[in-house]
């Protein structure tokens, strides 16, 4: 049973470009979860979704950023014009049922130049 | 508004000895309260979790009392051991009601000298 996976592991975007971000869930997991975590600190909740629905949008910045998972592939977060402070290692988790147990995949490291 | 204080920042304990590692939450509808640990370049892995009925759950080496009165939690590492380096993360999420995620704390940098 494989679990979260995320790709890509490691992405290079210069500013101003668009970066897309994969999680594939967990094999029957239909809740998912992104968190963006910055050097030394901890993970920052950004959007709760499920297939086809935004739960709760709440850590998501209000403009730039954007999240889907849609009924057919893995979910995806994007992030349009690129900016510097972007720079960070953004983690998926996905789970059973909704705020219960949450799986986190490898991460996907993203570098603004 | 930190609703998740989690101490030491670091942390370095001789093999063998108990690492402590403690949390402080805020928010009371909280009621599921997990343990996270991650080596450099990996995802964190979920190491054990507990809900406010008990107030301590261990599985192997590891524990968490929980103080459910002081809004307090910590994991205890018994016997620790040199693969047990990583950082630690204490989180917390209401799982009735509200639709968040995980709350997390900003890690702890454990290190254990052989």
Known sequence: NAGVMQNPRHLVRRRGQEARLRCSPMKGHSHVYWYRQLPEEGLKFMVYLQKENIIDESGMPKERFSAEFPKEGPSILRIQQVVRGDSAAYFCASSLQGRTEAFFGQGTRLTVV | ?114
Not at chain 2, 4 to 28: D, F, M, R
Not at chain 2, 62 to 81: E, G, P, W, Y
Request: charged share 15%; glycine share 10%.
């Open chain 2, 1 to 114: 508004q930190q609703q998740v204080k989690q101490s030491p920042q670091s942390l370095i304990v001789q093999k063998g000895g108990i690492s402590i590692i403690n949390c402080a939450y805020e928010n009371t509808a909280f009621d599921y309260f997990p343990w996270y640990q991650q080596f450099p370049g990996k995802g964190p892995a979920l190491l054990i979790a507990i809900r406010p009925d008990v107030s301590e759950k261990k599985e192997g080496r590891f524990t968490i009392s929980f103080n459910k009165s002081a809004k307090q939690f910590s994991l205890h590492i018994m016997d620790s051991q040199p693969g047990d380096s990583a950082t630690y993360f204490c989180a917390a999420a209401a799982s009735r009601g509200g639709a968040d995620g995980l709350t997390f704390g900003k890690g702890t940098h454990l290190i254990i000298q052989p």
